[in-house]
C-alpha cells in the first residue's frame, strides 16, 4: 500500500464522454500531482496543487481538468477525449513543494475508443 | 527539455550480478531522485540525491552524481528476480517548486 489510492484502475470511454479519476492521499502530504505516462514516452508532468491551489498546468488540453477541493483529494475530469489520450494516469503526492520524494498511486489505466 | 534520460533502455543480467543505470540530464538541477516501476504499478522513490552530494547509499542501491558531467548512476549489487522492474531517473527544474522530469527509463530483467 503506498499511501496514495486512485480509482478506477482502469477505465474505458468513448470520445463523447464524460469521466474522472480520483486520487486521494493519506500520508499527510501538501502537494498533489497529475502524471500522463505513454507508451515509450516519458512522463508527463500535467498539472500541481499545493495547499489546493493550483501551481502549475504544463500546457494541458482543456478536455483535462483538475479539481483539488483540499489536500488529500485531486480529480481528473475528462471530456471529449482523443484516442492519443489512452494512457496511464498516475497522481503523486509529496510532504510540500521543496525537495522531496514523490509518492504515487498505482494509476489508472485509460483507454479512449 | 530537462527531462532525464536514462542508458541503457534494456539491461538483462543473471541473479547475483550487480546492475548499472545510467542516467543524463541537460541543465543545472537541485537534486536527482531514482524511482522503480513494476509493470501495472506506480512509481516507486529510491533515491533522492542533492546537486552537493556525490554519492548515497541505500541497502544494496548505490547511487552517484556527477553535476560537471550532468550524469548520474544507479548501481544494484547482487540483484535479486525480485528487482526486474523499470527505472527511471527524475530531475527537478531548479526552481525549487519539485517539479519532477522523468525519461524513459532502463527496464531490468534479472533472471533466476
Known amino acids: 500500500e503506498t499511501g496514495v489510492t486512485q480509482t478506477p484502475r482502469h477505465l474505458v470511454m468513448g470520445m463523447t464522454n464524460k469521466k474522472s479519476l480520483k486520487c486521494e492521499q493519506h500520508l499527510g502530504h501538501n502537494a498533489m500531482y497529475w502524471y500522463k505516462q505513454s507508451a515509450k514516452k516519458p512522463l508527463e508532468l500535467m498539472f500541481v496543487y499545493n495547499f489546493k491551489e493550483q501551481t502549475e498546468n504544463n500546457s494541458v488540453p482543456s478536455r483535462f481538468s483538475p479539481e483539488c477541493p483540499n489536500s488529500s483529494h485531486l480529480f481528473l475530469h475528462l471530456h471529449t477525449l482523443q484516442p492519443e489520450d489512452s494512457a496511464l494516469y498516475l497522481c503523486?503526492?509529496?510532504?510540500?513543494?521543496?525537495?522531496?520524494?514523490?509518492?504515487f498511486g498505482n494509476g489508472t489505466r485509460l483507454t479512449v475508443t | 527539455s530537462q527531462q532525464g534520460e536514462e542508458d541503457p533502455q534494456a539491461l538483462s543480467i543473471q541473479e547475483g550480478e550487480n546492475a548499472t543505470m545510467n542516467c543524463s540530464y541537460k541543465?543545472?538541477?537541485?537534486?536527482l531522485q531514482w524511482y522503480r516501476q513494476n509493470s501495472g504499478r506506480g512509481l516507486v522513490h529510491l533515491i533522492l540525491i542533492r546537486s552537493n552530494e556525490r554519492e548515497k547509499h541505500s541497502g544494496r542501491l548505490r547511487v552517484t552524481l556527477d553535476t560537471s558531467k550532468k550524469s548520474s548512476s544507479l548501481l544494484i549489487t547482487a540483484s535479486r528476480a525480485a528487482d526486474t522492474a523499470s527505472y527511471f531517473c527524475?530531475?527537478?527544474?531548479?526552481?525549487?517548486?519539485?517539479?519532477?522530469?522523468f525519461g524513459t527509463g532502463t527496464r531490468l530483467t534479472v533472471i533466476p
Open positions: 541543465t543545472s538541477i537541485n537534486n
Open positions: 527524475a530531475t527537478d527544474d531548479q526552481t525549487g517548486a519539485n517539479n519532477l522530469f
Open positions: 503523486a503526492s509529496s510532504r510540500d513543494r521543496g525537495i522531496s520524494p514523490l509518492h
